[in-house]
């Protein structure tokens, strides 16, 4: 494809080769100290597009004082990946048509276009409508109006800092051009490599996957099936041990009042939702199939998923009624929603046999 970005590309290709250049000069003044600028301005670059552009100005994860808006937005000077307008809107592009050609970064058009070249040849102009609630945020619109000053001064800061500590090069070099180099490439692998390698957990029509390896990487990123699922939660690693180190900022912050709001999906809401996209996949991919088998496995769908539904529903509206009940019927209440976990969750098991089997068996069909 024909390059049409040819200032970002000229970053992008003259960093890393001065990074190549320089790297004989860093060796030789190389101090400890370095790869703590480094690792300090890194942290806090990934947690800037994380917590703030991805989980909060994106998808709304939360809400946010302006004080804890200021720290993300400056911040993300160190990451240098545009302002949060813009690459909240396209982010936004990207979840409503994820795998298709209006995704700006789709991995259908090659691991490589997902992972860099898309930048390069991508420039569609931002669409208001899908940015409302941002255009009316001073501070991002501040950040995206001011976004090369205030980018050029951050990193001067931070240079400039570090050569107290050390030689300008080891400063120039760790603190700069190979902290972008990480932060970029942690970033990228999210759009392309955790749409190729992994498990689709939640989700099995979409090519997003979990990839823990990544996780670790990028702060919770790399858990990107869930994500693609529950889009609306400020968590990507949803289980206790998960590694998301975002998720624990958001929350933490939230215990010291600076953000606010924090949705999440709980458990039985999540399968639910599992359940329907698991049937209607399932009944798409057999619904041609007309042998006595294939019936069976249609009929047991339909009634296990509704009997599912019923079920969890009716906890859900149990635990709605059990905040305002009187202590003699929230007793009875507390026993009827723990049968009714303990049924649910036999059910679930049931679920995920019977799409293993469905599944398995498709798979043998057309494998033949």
Not at 18 to 24: C, E, I, M, N, V
Not at 102 to 116: E, Q, V
Request: one cysteine or more; glycine letters at 4%; charged letters at 20%.
């Amino acid at each position: 494809m024909r390059i049409k970005n040819w200032g970002i590309f000229a970053f992008i290709a003259g960093y890393h080769v001065l990074l190549l250049a320089l790297l004989p000069a860093y060796i030789s003044v190389f101090s400890w100290e370095s790869l703590v600028l480094f690792g300090i301005t890194w942290a806090i670059s990934v947690f800037s597009i994380t917590a703030g552009y991805h989980r909060l100005f994106s998808h709304n994860t939360y809400k946010a004082k302006p004080v804890y808006e200021w720290a993300c937005l400056i911040s993300s000077s160190l990451a240098i990946e545009a302002s949060a307008l813009q690459w909240s809107h396209d982010h936004r592009i990207h979840h409503s048509h994820v795998d298709t050609d209006k995704d700006p970064y789709s991995i259908k058009k090659g691991f490589w276009y997902a992972h860099i070249w898309w930048m390069f040849t991508y420039n569609d102009p931002i669409d208001e409508r899908l940015v409302k609630d941002l255009l009316k945020n001073p501070r991002v619109m501040f950040q995206h109006n001011h976004y090369g000053l205030m980018t050029i001064a951050v990193n001067l800061l931070v240079v400039g800092i570090g050569c107290f500590f050390m030689h300008p090069i080891a400063a120039l070099f760790a603190g700069f051009f190979m902290r972008l180099f990480a932060i970029h490439h942690c970033t990228w692998f999210i759009n392309s490599l955790c749409h190729v390698w992994g498990a689709r957990t939640y989700a099995k029509e979409l090519s997003a996957v979990d990839n823990a390896i990544l996780a670790f990487f990028t702060f919770g990123e790399g858990y990107h099936n869930y994500h693609h699922t529950m889009a609306n939660d400020y968590r990507n690693g949803v289980r206790w041990y998960h590694f998301d180190p975002t998720k624990w900022l958001i929350w933490s912050a939230s215990k010291l009042g600076l953000v606010s709001d924090l949705r999440w999906v709980s458990d039985v809401k999540l399968r639910q939702i599992l359940v329907k996209k698991d049937k209607n996949l399932l009944l798409e991919r057999i619904c041609q199939e007309i042998d006595e088998t294939s019936k069976e496995l249609q009929n047991k769908l339909v009634s296990l998923s509704d009997n599912f539904e019923e079920k969890a529903s009716a906890l859900m509206a149990k635990v709605r009624e059990l905040k305002n009940a009187t202590e003699e019927r929230r007793k009875l209440l507390e026993i009827e929603i723990r049968q009714h976990k303990m049924e649910l969750h036999a059910m679930w098991k049931s679920w995920i046999k019977l799409t293993e089997l469905t599944s398995a068996r498709y798979e043998l069909e057309h494998a033949h």
